[in-house]
């Protein structure tokens, strides 16, 4: 049974920084790209940025350009979301999720396949 379990997040002034983490378990976690998504209450689930499994390829959001870090470590099958420079727009439930069908090349919620519970990050002003 796959799981996926984020943690880090948290309440934190503006200007401040998190780590997010999420670990997974039962899947090969080398064979899958993995994606960080957000979602305020009333709005979409946006794609925030993504990793390949070899880390050779990154994307990050407009909106976190330059102050968002996405990493992973395939030997403790977690990936981390470094956020420094926090807005309160940033604000949001921050959910990680496990792309096992592209690759990375779908940067979209519905090409995601396991998801976990999400965290909730809030920025104050």
């Known amino acids: 049974q796959v799981q996926v379990v984020e943690s880090g997040g948290g309440l934190i002034q503006a200007g401040g920084s998190l780590n997010l983490s999420c670990t997974t378990s039962g899947l090969t976690f080398d064979d899958v790209a993995m994606g960080w998504f957000r979602q305020t209450p009333g709005k979409e689930r946006e794609g925030v940025s993504l990793i390949t499994w070899d880390s050779s390829r990154k994307y990050y959001a407009d909106s976190v350009k330059g102050r968002f870090i996405i990493s992973r470590d395939n030997a403790k099958s977690t990936v981390y979301l470094q956020m420094n420079d926090l807005k309160p727009e940033d604000t949001a439930v921050y959910y990680c999720?496990?792309?096992?069908?592209?690759?990375?090349?779908?940067?979209?919620?519905?090409?995601?396949?396991?998801w976990g519970r999400g965290t909730q990050v809030t920025v104050s002003s």
């Open positions: 999720a496990v792309d096992t069908l592209y690759g990375g090349s779908l940067f979209l919620p519905e090409a995601y396949t396991y």
